[in-house]
């Protein structure tokens, strides 16, 4: 077996970076409110929540 180990930093550099893509997304009212303030309680912005939980549902790759 060969040791092909690189260090992180040079495969990061490797992977190409792509812009923020923004995306439109309706809430029905209710869930808006509670969205809103959920945000609120926590001191992060309602985008915030929504980025997390896509993350937490697509998982690390996203």
Request: hydrophobic share 50%.
């Amino acid at each position: 077996m060969s040791d092909n180990w690189q260090k992180l930093g040079d495969v990061v550099a490797r992977v190409p970076h792509l812009a923020p893509v923004v995306l439109t997304v309706e809430f029905d009212g209710p869930l808006a409110v509670a969205l809103y303030a959920e945000a609120m309680k926590g001191g992060n912005l309602p985008q915030t929540i929504v980025r997390e939980a896509v993350r937490a549902y697509l998982g690390d790759a996203a």
